[in-house]
């Protein structure tokens, strides 16, 4: 086909479309059209294209598939997807319904948008965890059940809504609480010194794999001397109500012994290093035999057993619910700068050593984790899934 030939072959296409048919809906439609230009793959071979009208039912039947689901703005599409099936008669053709487009907020859905984050280098590819993609669900750990879930709480409807990302949160935490392994992690290590229990001593304590699965077993944790706890479980001077360590007080490791805080030391800048405890070795496996009560359990990791990871904490990509919202501005100027926070020198429990990307695991009173895809051996590399209870518009971002 040449240039001169463009308008007649046109013409001619256009006459054998009968538009008396009461589907077409009062619509002169344009099936193909031609372009004089190197295509990136068949170079200067072809210039005839489908139009997406035709090309859409064609390929739909083609490929098998029963039920085209799209976004309304495609219902008036859907005359002519029907007509060009019904005039072609290929079997079993395929049938497009329309449903109003899922939007969840805090974050974009939007190709046209989602590119721009990439290629801008706001987001660390389509699979960025941050990500409402496939690809980034599946590297920040949301397990697929839960994700079909999601979508079967919220059904589908004609009607324009906005889910909330928290209904999503919900379904991961609650299938991760069912299949999850525990394990034991501290984000921000404090050196802990048990200046009773003897040095060079270690001992195995046995720990369930699953509160409430116990037919998952139960693993080994090494207990020493030395141990770490998170920063956070100690205060030198107490808030009321605070029932974890400080001086005087007693606690209970997870699954090991009752502990006593008896010291702490500070560096030149006052910052406190080191704790100082003591141990009731007749509390073995975390219970008295006189009965006495303790209102903290801490969890912990050995500091001659342990394993160094980079924890990446990651929260919603956007700080307003509807970042495509112009009169909010450029959705760019709503991105939340805290959204992703790097941990480095976390310590995770020793038998962890041989974890593999996207294994999934709940660090106890922490959240639930992912090994990130790049992870090796070397170099663990752990994303937060999602937090145990959600701490969102409650002052904790």
């Known amino acids: 086909m040449t240039k001169g030939k463009y308008a007649a072959g046109e013409k001619v296409l256009r006459a054998k479309i009968d538009m008396s048919s009461p589907n077409m809906n009062m619509r002169d439609p344009v099936i193909y059209r031609i372009l004089f230009a190197t295509h990136h793959r068949t170079g200067d071979k072809w210039c005839v294209y489908p139009m997406y009208d035709f090309a859409h039912p064609l390929s739909d039947t083609k490929e098998g598939v029963t039920h085209s689901l799209c976004s309304l703005e495609f219902e008036n599409h859907r005359p002519l997807y029907d007509w060009f099936l019904k005039e072609l008669e290929l079997p079993n053709p395929s049938r497009q319904i329309e449903f109003a487009r899922m939007n969840l907020n805090y974050t974009l859905t939007s190709k046209r948008k989602c590119l721009r984050l990439v290629t801008e280098g706001k987001v660390d590819g389509w699979d960025d965890p941050r990500m409402a993609t496939i690809s980034g669900m599946r590297r920040r750990g949301y397990p697929a059940k839960a994700i ?122 006052g910052e406190v290093v080191c704790v100082h405890c003591t141990y009731d070795k007749d509390t073995y496996g975390g219970q008295s035999p006189d009965g006495r009560k303790v209102r903290g359990t801490l969890h912990w990791v050995s500091a001659a057993d342990c394993v160094p990871a980079q924890v990446r904490l990651y929260d919603r990509l956007f700080k307003v619910e509807n970042p495509s919202d112009e009169s909010q501005g450029d959705f760019e100027n709503n991105l939340n700068e805290d959204s992703l926070q790097i941990l480095d020198g976390c310590l995770l429990e020793g038998g962890l050593r041989d974890i593999k990307p996207l294994d999934n695991f709940q660090f106890m009173r922490q959240g639930y984790y992912c090994v990130d895809k790049n992870s090796t051996p070397d170099n663990l590399i752990i994303n937060r899934t999602v937090q145990l209870n959600s701490s969102w518009g409650k002052g904790k971002k």
């Open 148 to 269: 079909r879930e999601f979508c079967e709480r919220i059904g589908v409807s004609k009607a324009y809504s906005t889910i909330d990302y928290s209904l999503l949160e919900a379904c991961v935490r609650d299938e991760l609480n069912e299949t999850a392994p525990r394990a034991m992690a501290v984000l921000r290590p404090l050196k802990v010194i048990i200046d009773n229990y003897p040095e060079g001593k270690t001992e195995q304590i046995e720990v369930e794999i699953h509160p409430n699965h116990p037919e998952m077993g139960t693993r080994k944790v090494t207990f020493g001397r030395e141990l770490y706890i998170e920063k956070e479980d100690f205060m030198e001077v107490p808030v009321k109500k605070y029932f974890r360590m400080f001086p005087g007080n007693e606690v209970r490791l997870k699954s090991a012994y009752y502990l006593t805080c008896v010291s702490c030391d500070k560096d030149e800048n």
